[in-house]
């Protein structure tokens, strides 16, 4: 009698534990079923909040040649460019570090103006990541 008891226990917590793995193995695949469907999602509110500083260049008149030039000591670096086309110099000047733009001879075709205007584009690379500014004088 004591054996089939003993017996009974140790089939009991058996099948316990075979339930409990059972839950947890169920559990795991629902949550990387969540996990395959969120990864997506997570980039591209990620790419949005990266994007969201360049906004007010993003496709937007009335920027003022001050902005501009803030631009260019902001944004610009290795892997960032900002263009700047003046009336001046239609082909544009590219500014890839934040010192670049020293100009102080308003005869230059690349001065930028502080009263001017400037319609801004961004630049986005294959994978729709921001990778410059181009601004065109108006």
């Known amino acids: 009698m004591a ?3 003993k017996a009974l226990f140790e089939g009991s917590d058996i099948v316990i534990a075979l339930l409990i ?11 990387t079923g969540m996990l ?5 999602k997570m980039t591209d509110m990620q790419a949005r909040v990266s994007d969201s ?3 007010e260049f993003d496709n937007r008149g009335n920027i003022g040649g001050t902005q501009a030039i803030n631009a260019i000591r902001q944004y610009a670096s290795n892997n ?22 020293i100009v102080t001879d308003i005869s230059d075709p690349n001065y ?4 001017a205007s400037f319609r801004g584009q961004l630049l986005k ?14």
């Not at 395959?36 to 997506?40: H, I, L, N, R, T």
């Not at 960032?80 to 733009?101: C, D, E, L, Q, R």
């Not at 690379?125 to 108006?138: A, D, F, P, R, Y």
């Open 3 to 5: 054996n089939t008891r």
């Open 21 to 31: 793995i059972g839950v947890i193995v169920f559990l795991v695949g629902i949550g």
């Open 36 to 40: 395959k469907e969120a990864g997506p």
């Open 53 to 55: 500083q360049y906004s």
């Open 80 to 101: 960032f460019t900002v263009t700047i086309k003046t009336n001046a110099n239609s082909a544009g000047k590219s500014y890839n570090s934040p010192g670049a733009y």
């Open 112 to 115: 930028i103006e502080p009263t």
């Open 125 to 138: 690379s294959s994978n729709k990541t921001v990778n410059g500014i181009i601004l065109i004088q108006e």
